[in-house]
């Protein structure tokens, strides 16, 4: 049968395939007129076909598969145009595959993923894990450790070097009272307890002996600047300096002298200080003060 009507054309994004139908053909699929194979999406409803040069209602077809088209019976010598959607990538656009040519199957990329901890420098933790409900700490560039919630009521705390969970102060002062053997020799003396870094203290001391000297000190801001008060029997023994924080004298030349060597998150560290052979227990109330 001659054609008749417009002949469907090929774009960029749609081929068209040629077939001259046989007696009775109802199939139409592989290489058409042209040599051209039939391999475009015609599966996913998108084509149409021409029989003569008249557009086909899709009730006209009467199926449909990834590579043929399926009508009623026609007449040796109809003309079948099927226009297809491209529904591959073409060829100069696939990537260049190994050995140096194009084309060939488009793969995938595939995913993978690490288990190896990101490092801090980019944006990670730089640990696999944490402890649950902790606080997260840096640590410069290494790994991200925890603060654990601890003690119920607890509350987040810094002696100014780390952060530590701690119980929270229930005031704003905090009493001591110390019993230092006099004979023991030159060395520190570690005074705990009061649930936090002082910022300030005054502290009252005694000693028990005939000379029986009691002296008043205060010492504010963390500092090791001191005002000391000294009260004794003989004149020897009677001061007012700020060299130190206390001194319990036997006499003058056997005493105990201090400064503070440190400010401590639970306390304070005397530096004790002896001279000549004194004897007996020096007194210590030490009153320290929150900021």
């Known amino acids: 049968m001659p054609y008749l009507g417009f002949e ?4 960029d994004t749609l081929s068209v395939f040629k077939y001259v139908a046989t007696s009775s053909q109802t199939t139409f699929t592989g290489a058409d007129a042209n040599g051209a194979t039939l391999s475009y999406d015609v599966g996913d409803g998108s084509c149409q076909v021409w ?9 006209d077809i009467t199926a449909t598969n990834s590579t043929s088209v399926v009508l009623a019976a026609c007449t040796a010598g109809d003309i079948v145009h099927i226009q297809a959607t491209k529904a591959f990538i073409p060829a100069d656009v696939v990537p260049k595959a190994a050995g140096g040519t194009f084309g060939g199957a488009v793969v995938a990329p595939s995913l993978t993923l690490s288990s190896t901890p990101l490092p801090v420098a980019s944006g990670g933790t730089g640990a ?8 997260l700490l840096g640590a410069g560039t290494g790994a991200v450790t925890t603060a654990a919630p601890s003690t119920s009521g607890n509350v987040l705390t810094s002696n100014g070097t780390v952060w530590a969970s701690a119980t929270p102060a229930t005031g704003g002062s905090v009493t001591i009272y110390v019993n230092h053997n006099a004979t023991t020799a030159t060395g520190t003396l570690a005074v705990t307890g009061f649930g936090f870094q002082p910022k300030s203290i005054i502290l009252f001391s005694a000693i028990g002996s005939a000379d029986n000297t009691q002296n008043y000190g205060a010492a504010t801001d963390g500092g090791t600047t001191y005002q000391l008060f000294g009260q004794g029997t003989t004149a020897a023994d009677q001061w007012d300096n700020n060299t130190g924080i206390f001194r319990a004298a036997i006499n003058a030349s056997n005493r105990v002298d201090a400064v503070i060597n440190s400010w401590d998150a639970d306390g304070i560290t005397f530096g004790i200080t002896k001279t000549g052979s004194p004897t007996g227990h020096v007194k210590l109330i030490i009153t320290g003060f929150k900021e």
């Open 8 to 11: 469907p054309t090929a774009s």
């Open 51 to 59: 029989l003569n040069g008249v557009r086909l209602d899709s009730s």
């Open 128 to 135: 696999a894990t944490h402890s649950a409900n902790g606080v």
